[in-house]
């Protein structure tokens, strides 16, 4: 429960300066074998920078 919280305080922080926060997920993930690692961090930051740019998409119409 602890990690689902940080994913998501990393991701409201860095979808608030309009980035995804990829490099900061690999960081969390310690003890998850690493060739799932990068499928994670990239899921992860397409979901944060996909909303942020649905919620600019918004802004703008």
Same mark, same amino acid.
Request: contains cysteine; hydrophobic residues 55%; charged residues 5%.
């Given at each position: 429960? +602890? %990690? &689902?919280?940080?994913?998501?305080? !990393?991701?409201?922080?860095? @979808? ?7 490099? $900061?997920?690999?960081? +969390? %993930? &310690?003890?998850?074998?690493?060739? !799932?690692?990068?499928?994670? @961090? ?7 920078? $996909? ?11």
């Amino acid at each position: 429960m +602890l %990690l &689902v919280a940080l994913f998501g305080v !990393i991701a409201l922080l860095y @979808a608030s300066v309009g980035f995804g926060g990829g490099s $900061s997920y690999p960081a +969390l %993930l &310690v003890g998850v074998p690493f060739t !799932i690692i990068p499928v994670l @961090a990239l899921a992860c930051n397409i979901i944060v920078a $996909s909303g942020k740019g649905r919620a600019l998409n918004n802004l703008s119409n």
